[in-house]
Structures are given as structure tokens and as C-alpha cells.
């Protein structure tokens, strides 16, 4: 009994410390629901495919999160994606079924992934990384599309929405969404309008709709056979936006409408990060130095902590090295950037203590 009740809490207190396979009722199908989840497809479900599809969700919740389709290149960002499994709340799978190019069922594995908001949140707050708030505006997509089928141009209502599928899914994976107008006849009469660019008339029609935004594109083939688009983007009857898009998949070519929108919104409502503490210069003690091997070693990790923007020796003593650090989060950025490595070590129990020791 003694041994089942050691192997029943050795249990608890791994599920407690590590990502868990969440538990669905028979018949439930498993789905990303929410800023801080992601949907990746994977080959298996194998350990290793599993880390890599962390990593790869993790990066899809911060570009939603903060709005920055390069984030992934901001300092930092690359060494919390290589430890994402940490910030796991729970995972499950998917098996979806699909038909390929030629004719044949194809199946796939999708990983489904929801981080835990706060520890998501804290590495945005400790790498001081840019937050676009919510809740997020939804446009109004005044689309047109020729296929070149002869029938002309053709506005997409909400009754069609299947045929811009590919705008509205890429502008949820930025962590936004799109509407659709309703189609009807008077909407269907504005096709021409969309086609030679009077975005006034499109913005009077769209006076029913909430909010005054619209994302106006139209889409037709090219003589080479691709395909283009031609995007403006409104805000209350301003323009943010004017862009083009071109690929030889319409798919692709549609889709760059909704970064074109997404990244005209940013630029205007987004705000910079705010930081676990105050950015700025302090004074750091750090002892356990004892040979040169140890400086070499703590000055290469300051020098990679993405946290530190620049590190000055201001003295030497018995005790330790003196730093003054120049630090884009506070001293309490820093306590939680080395917390997670194990090479320092802060002094106490006081996150707010200067006082780290060498490991």
C-alpha cells in the first residue's frame, strides 16, 4: 500500500512539474481555442517531434500576442522557443484527413498546444518585447476575385466565405479576424467600384458595419498565369495602407492581404512592451569567481543574455565582482532571465536583491 501511495504522488507531482496530455470526452475533437494556443502539424508523435512542434506553437502565440511576424528575430526570442516545452500548459492530437493534388486521402497529425498565459507573458514583459492590445478590431474584406472564366469579377459575401478562407485563416494565425459584408444584390453592385479603386463608395457601404475599418482588395490572373491582388486598407475612412501581393498559388497571393492589414494595424496600435521592471543601469555584485576560467564563463553568459544590453566591470574585491548592467527589464527582468539557466544564482529570497552568485 506504502509503495502505490510513493508511485501514485511520484505521479502527481510530475504531472504538476511538466506538460500534460490533455483528456478529452469521447467524441470531442481537439482545437486551438484563444491567443495562447497553437494548432502545428507534425510527422509523429514522437519526443522529438513533439519538443519541435512546441517550439514552433510557441512562436505562433507570440507573434499573435505581440503582433510581430519577426519576433522570432528579436534578442532572446530564440532561446525561450528552444525551452518552450517549459511553458506547456497541456497538448493533445488531431488526425485530419484531406485530399491530395492527385485524388488520393492524405492524413495528417496535428499537434494542438495551450501554453500557460502568464509564463508567456512574463517573456514578454522580461525581453521587453512590443504588445498589441486587446480586444483587436474586425475589418470589414471587400473582396473581389476574377478567375478569368469570363464572368468578371465577383464580391465574396459571407455566404461565400469559403472562397476567402485563405485571408481570413492567415489574419486569425495574426491574431486578429475578418468580416465578411452580407453579398446582397446592392453589395454585389459594388464590384465595379472595388475594380477602379473608389474606396468612398466602399466606405459608404460599410457604414453599417462595425468598426469603420475595411480591407479592400481585388484579385484576378496575371497574363504570366499567376495571380495578384491589390490591397487598401481603411481606418474610419483613412488610409493605412496600399499594397499588391503576387504568387503563382492564389491561396498565397490572398492570404498576404490579411499581413498587409495586420501590419498597418500594428504600426498604428501597438505599443511598447511593458517591462517586469524598470529599463535601466545597476549596480550588480556577483560572488563565487574563483579562477579565471569562471570570469571567462560569466562574461561570455552576460554577454548572451538578451536581457543585459551592456555589461561594465566597475571593481574587483575579495567578495566578488562589482557589474554596472544595463538592463532592458530591471533587476527583476534579470533575476527571471538567469532563474531559468542555472548559472546564477540570486542572493535570498528577495527578487529585489543585487546579489547573484556564480554556480
Given at each position: 500500500m506504502a509503495r502505490a501511495y510513493r508511485i501514485f504522488l511520484a505521479f502527481l507531482l510530475l504531472a504538476s512539474s511538466t506538460a500534460v496530455l490533455a483528456q478529452r470526452v469521447e467524441g470531442s475533437r481537439a482545437s486551438a481555442s484563444g491567443p495562447y494556443s497553437a494548432e502545428v502539424v507534425v510527422n509523429?508523435?514522437?519526443?522529438?517531434?513533439?519538443?519541435?512542434?512546441?517550439?514552433?506553437?510557441?512562436?505562433?502565440?507570440?507573434?499573435?500576442?505581440?503582433?510581430?511576424?519577426?519576433?522570432?528575430?528579436?534578442?532572446?526570442?530564440?532561446?525561450?522557443?528552444?525551452?518552450?516545452?517549459?511553458?506547456?500548459?497541456?497538448?493533445?492530437?488531431?488526425?485530419?484527413?484531406?485530399?491530395?493534388?492527385?485524388?488520393?486521402?492524405?492524413?495528417?497529425?496535428?499537434?494542438?498546444?495551450?501554453?500557460?498565459a502568464k509564463k508567456v507573458d512574463d517573456i514578454i514583459a522580461t525581453l521587453g518585447l512590443q504588445s498589441w492590445p486587446t480586444p483587436r478590431p474586425k475589418p470589414v474584406l471587400w473582396l473581389a476575385i476574377d478567375d478569368g472564366s469570363g464572368n468578371g469579377p465577383r464580391l465574396v459575401g459571407v455566404d461565400k466565405s469559403a472562397a476567402a478562407r485563405p485571408v481570413l485563416d492567415r489574419a486569425k494565425q495574426r491574431g486578429y479576424a475578418l468580416g465578411l459584408p452580407a453579398g446582397n444584390a446592392a453589395e454585389q453592385a459594388l464590384v465595379g467600384s472595388i475594380w477602379r479603386g473608389d474606396?468612398?463608395?466602399?466606405?459608404?457601404?460599410?457604414?453599417?458595419?462595425?468598426?469603420?475599418?475595411?480591407?479592400?482588395?481585388?484579385?484576378?490572373?496575371?497574363?504570366?498565369?499567376?495571380?495578384?491582388?491589390?490591397?487598401?486598407?481603411?481606418?474610419?475612412?483613412?488610409?493605412?495602407?496600399?499594397?499588391?501581393?503576387?504568387?503563382?498559388?492564389?491561396?498565397?497571393?490572398?492570404?498576404?492581404?490579411?499581413?498587409?492589414?495586420?501590419?498597418?494595424?500594428?504600426?498604428?496600435?501597438?505599443?511598447?512592451?511593458?517591462?517586469?521592471?524598470?529599463?535601466?543601469?545597476?549596480?550588480?555584485?556577483?560572488?563565487?569567481?574563483?579562477?579565471?576560467?569562471?570570469?571567462?564563463?560569466?562574461?561570455?553568459?552576460?554577454?548572451r543574455l538578451a536581457v543585459v544590453k551592456r555589461s561594465t566591470v566597475l571593481r574587483a574585491t575579495p567578495d566578488g565582482l562589482t557589474y554596472e548592467l544595463e538592463l532592458v527589464s530591471g533587476v527583476s527582468g534579470f533575476s527571471k532571465a538567469v532563474a531559468k539557466d542555472g548559472v546564477l544564482e540570486q542572493a535570498g529570497e528577495d527578487e529585489s536583491s543585487t546579489t547573484f552568485h556564480l554556480r
Open positions: 509523429n508523435q514522437g519526443d522529438a517531434q513533439r519538443n519541435s512542434g512546441f517550439a514552433r506553437g510557441l512562436l505562433q502565440v507570440l507573434t499573435r500576442v505581440t503582433g510581430d511576424r519577426a519576433v522570432n528575430q528579436k534578442p532572446g526570442v530564440g532561446d525561450e522557443l528552444r525551452r518552450a516545452r517549459e511553458y506547456v500548459g497541456h497538448y493533445d492530437y488531431r488526425q485530419d484527413e484531406g485530399i491530395g493534388p492527385t485524388g488520393a486521402p492524405t492524413y495528417n497529425t496535428t499537434l494542438v498546444v495551450q501554453f500557460d474606396v468612398g463608395a466602399i466606405g459608404r457601404a460599410s457604414a453599417k458595419y462595425a468598426p469603420p475599418m475595411q480591407l479592400i482588395g481585388k484579385l484576378y490572373r496575371t497574363v504570366a498565369g499567376g495571380w495578384q491582388a491589390e490591397w487598401t486598407f481603411l481606418d474610419n475612412g483613412r488610409q493605412l495602407a496600399k499594397s499588391a501581393t503576387y504568387d503563382r498559388d492564389a491561396r498565397r497571393t490572398m492570404a498576404g492581404g490579411a499581413d498587409i492589414a495586420a501590419d498597418a494595424l500594428i504600426r498604428k496600435y501597438a505599443r511598447p512592451g511593458k517591462t517586469i521592471g524598470p529599463p535601466g543601469k545597476y549596480v550588480v555584485t556577483i560572488t563565487g569567481i574563483n579562477s579565471t576560467d569562471d570570469f571567462i564563463r560569466l562574461a561570455a553568459y552576460l554577454e
